[in-house]
Structures are given as C-alpha cells and as structure tokens.
C-alpha cells in the first residue's frame, strides 16, 4: 500500500471511539475544520436490546459473532463492564455529571493540569449536557431514603441531589409507578423522563442526554463521520500521520474483514481498556510504536465501586422506577481517609421489559381480538417491581489504583494473546471496608436488613463500570504515556482523550472529568494551530442540549 502524501492528510483526524472523551474531541475539531472519521466499534442503536434474543453480549474476541449492548471483561478479582454503540458510555451510564473535588488534582496530575484550569471546561460539559437535578416533586423512595439515612447519622450536611444528563417536566408531578406510564412531554416538544428505570439499559423515551444527541450530532452537522462496527486493532507510523488498522464487523454474516484509514492525527478514545489495548497491542505484538513508555497499562484503577444490597419488608423502595441515581452523601473532604460518596442505586427493570415484550409485541400481534385483556395485563405488568423492598446502595470512592493491564496469554487460549488485568485489592481494602461500614450505618438507622457481602468478604471480588487509567497523564515517560496535552509522549500528534489518562480514582462518577479533559486537549490542539477560542461566562441550559450553541474552552 502505498503511503499517502501530506498534502492528502493535511487537517485529517482520525477519533477512535465515540464516548465522553472521543465526541467531545470529534466535535471540537470538526467544527473547527477538520476532517473527522469517528471509528465505533459498536452499532448505531436505533432500538435499545429489551428481548431475550436481542443482542445484548459484545465480545471483543469475537466481534462478528457478539457484537451487542455492553462487554463484560472477566479478571481474577475484578470484572469490568463497558458499553458498545455511538454514543459510548452514555447510552448505559446512570446520567450523572459531577465535578471531581479540588483535592483530586492537588498530587498525582500533571502540575499544568488544576482544578481551576479544569473549570471552564468543566461548566462547558454541563452546558452541553443540559444538566438538571431531581425536581422535589418528583423524588422516589430511594432519594427520600437517602437522605432520611443521612439525617438519622448525623450527615444531613452532606446530603445533595446530583447534577443528571436527564430532562424533567418541573411543572408535573413524578409519574406513579403503580398507575401512570404514559409519556410526558416538554412544552417545546420534547420527551422527559417517566422514571422507567431503563436508564442503564438504554432510555427508549430519549429523555437522556445522551452523547448522540449533543456531542456527536454537532460533530456530524460539521462534516464529521462516523463509522460504525469498526473494531481498532493497532495504529502505525507513516508519512505525514498514522495508519489506524481495524476490523471492520459484519454482524449479518457473522463476519469480519481488514481495513486502514489514514490521517495526519489520532485521537485515542476508546475508554481506558480499549485505548490501553490498542497501544499494547501496537507497541508489544505489532512493535509498529516502540517508544510508548513502560509505564502503558499501570496505574489502573475501579474507581471505587461498590453495591451493597438491603431489605426493607415493610417498606416499598421500588429500585426499578425512576432515574437510576439522583442523590448522594458526600464524604469527600481532602483531610478524610477514605474518601468516597454513596448514592442511591437503581436496579434496571429486566424482567419487566422481557414480559412486557411478550405481552406485547408476541401475544397482541398473534391474538388481536385478545388485545383489551393483554392491555390489561400489560399494565399490571408495567405496575410490578421484583425487587420492590429492595434497596441498592451504591458507592464510588479514591481506591489504591495500582492495577495494571497488559497483553498475555491465558492457560486455556495460549495462541491468543489478550488484554489481562493484575489488581491486587490490598491497597483499596480500607476503602472498600469503609463504604461497608458506612452502608451497614445507614441500613440500621433507616430499619433496613444489611445482604451479604460475600463476594468481597470472602473472595475480594468486585465489579466495576467506571475504569479508569492505563494510558495515564504524567510529567515524563517515567510516570505517564501522554503529557498534559494528551499526546503521547515520542508520538506527535498521537493522542489519548479518555478515561485511559486519568492518573488516579476520582471517588465519583467520572463521566464529566473525562469529558472536561477531552475538551481541555481538544482546546490545545486547536489554539496550538492557531485557532482563537472563547469560553461564554457561566449559564445553565435547560432543556435541548443539541440546540445549545457553544464554542470550545480555552486550555488552562
């Protein structure tokens, strides 16, 4: 193949993945001018899975054959969930954008990057997004019970409803799980949540502001594309930028096939295990980027994560109704070891979905005469929490951060070589131990039964959704594989904008740092070729995200 000129590259960019980190940079850059391919290596999702048969698995092993909703990355001692589809980690994360407290940056970061610097970028995130918090009359049992714990410890100070990606009709009442699903709608015609409890799984009513919607579909009003099932294998050197290689997915015929792109610059945001890879992948098996530091794959961290399960008999909690997560108590203070926050947890509505699909869509169509009494049933169905007196309390805390990716080899695949995690739980036990003691509290003074927690107990097993690290800022190569800039070091105009590069846990949900990140390194690669960028002053948006018209931030 032969190697394309400079001119043909010129102002080329290549976004791998479409999540917080890789539509914040595809839209920042293509509004300004760029030519932007977005490669995702999930489906463009048009109708979110909800039936048994539905693709729900991605395997990214074997991509033609598991090509769906979430993958589910299974590790002694720790199992990661991550998201597959344009639009990243919105479609299936619990809405909330939260600004990480100032503590976080005062060691471990780049001393370029501050929490005030991070600010402006911070405010741009929120104005995009169209945050919102939980109006007060539409608060569900979870948030009341919440903030009943946090009143009974002596922590009322520390209650807060958290900022969410989400639309809410102020002027309407919370929609009764019992009775009312009908959709509701804004008075400019668009959709607000009718708290199903889907958040997780996808919100079929589009009341979340999901990257799609904002980000992404700015992106694409500027002339960017983006590529679907393109899988990103390893990136290498040529002429005047890089060759990305991928596989491109044929979920039809269960196949895949080889392809390259070429472009002056890359943009690596395909979370901090897909980055991670790619980079391993191209440095140790393909050795088409020798130079990445060896610090690539430490400091990895779960950012905390932690659920704990409680029974409230005689009290109706109904964890599959409403926003996933709306509150939170906060016990990040900078003097406090450990540090975390709790929040309410929701349980996604599995079951209910599968039946109301058989109610519905199976026995409606095949017995039309039957459809008042399958009407009937299908609200009875709609009215049913299996977990009704369950209560998920969830937490994110500032763990150890010591794990570390790496490509290996396991005893039953030897010829394969994959993407393996060694986390030893000895550094993040005092955190873990304490968002226990801290939940055993707030079940007892609210009269709840605490479930076990064996899986850490016994085995020091956890799961988390929110990784993070791999890829991590630094000062040199012998602390980092990016500087402040997010290139990677002895790689110019290689970049990584995701969660890979946040140097350590950020003790609650991470969505908007990452975000705020990519927007800082999108900021520099622009003011660096000579863009003049303006932040607007501070406002709050309310309502169209994808209406909202705001240029880039500044860098710090």
């Known amino acids: 193949m032969s190697e394309p000129s400079r001119s043909t590259l010129e102002k080329s960019v290549v976004v791998v993945g479409s999540g917080f980190g890789g539509c914040v ?228 015929r269960h196949a895949r096939k080889r392809g390259s792109i070429d472009a002056e610059r890359v943009v690596l945001a395909a979370g901090s295990l897909g980055s991670t890879e790619i980079l391993l992948r191209s440095r140790d098996q393909h050795r088409t980027l020798p130079r990445i530091s060896r610090f690539l794959g430490h400091n990895w961290s779960s950012n905390g994560d932690f659920l704990t399960l409680a029974d409230y008999p005689q009290r109706q909690i109904d964890p599959s109704f409403g926003p996933t997560i709306s509150c939170g108590i906060d016990y990040l203070d900078a003097d406090r070891t450990p540090r975390f926050i709790i929040e309410d947890g929701g349980l996604p509505p599995v079951l209910r979905n599968f039946r109301l699909y058989l109610w519905g869509n199976r026995l409606g169509r095949a017995f039309p005469p039957l459809r008042p009494l399958i009407e009937k049933r299908m609200e009875q169905v709609r009215a049913r929490d299996d977990s009704a007196h369950t209560m998920p309390w969830f937490a994110n805390g500032v763990d150890g951060s010591d794990g570390r990716l790496r490509l290996g080899r396991r005893w039953y695949t030897p010829w394969r070589r994959e993407l393996l995690l060694n986390w030893n739980p000895a550094k993040s036990a005092e955190l873990i131990d304490g968002i226990i003691a801290k939940h055993k509290e707030l079940i007892k003074a609210t009269g709840g039964e605490r479930r076990s927690t064996w899986t850490w107990d016994l085995f020091r097993w956890l799961i988390t959704p929110h990784p993070l690290g791999g890829c991590n800022l630094g000062n040199s190569p012998a602390d980092g594989v990016v500087d402040h800039r997010g290139q990677v070091f002895e790689y110019p105009n290689l970049y990584v904008a995701d969660g890979a590069v946040i140097p350590e846990a950020v003790g609650l949900n991470p969505s908007r740092t990452i975000a705020a990140v990519a927007e800082r390194i999108a900021a520099i690669m622009l003011e660096e070729d000579g863009h003049r960028l303006k932040v607007r002053a501070p406002e709050k948006i309310v309502g169209a995200p994808e209406t909202v018209e705001t240029p880039a931030a500044p860098a710090a």
């Open 25 to 252: 940079t595809a839209c920042r850059l293509a509004e300004a001018g760029y030519h932007v391919t977005v490669l995702e290596r999930g489906r463009e999702w048009t109708r979110y899975p909800r039936k048994v048969n539905d693709p729900w698995i991605f395997d990214s092993r074997k991509p033609e054959k598991w090509n769906g909703w979430v993958e589910f990355h299974i590790w002694r001692k720790m199992v990661v969930a991550t998201g597959a589809g344009v639009g990243g980690g919105s479609l299936i994360y619990a809405n909330l954008s939260l600004v990480a407290p100032e503590s976080n940056f005062q060691q471990g970061w780049p001393k370029e990057i501050t929490y005030q610097g991070l600010l402006p970028h911070y405010d741009e995130v929120g104005r995009v997004l169209g945050l919102e918090v939980l109006p007060d009359n539409q608060l569900n049992a979870r948030t009341r019970l919440v903030r009943e714990g946090a009143e009974a410890i002596g922590a009322g100070a520390r209650f807060r409803k958290l900022d969410l990606a989400v639309r809410f009709a102020k002027d309407f009442p919370a929609p009764d799980p019992r009775r009312d699903t009908g959709e509701r709608f804004l008075a400019e015609g668009q959709k607000q949540c009718v708290h199903c409890g889907n958040c997780d799984l996808g919100c079929q009513e589009n009341a979340k502001n999901t990257l799609d919607f904002n980000y992404l579909k700015r992106a694409r009003a500027a002339g960017a594309e983006v590529r679907s099932l393109h899988q990103v294998e390893y990136v290498e050197p040529i002429k005047g930028g890089y060759r990305v290689h991928f596989w491109v997915i044929d979920p039809r």
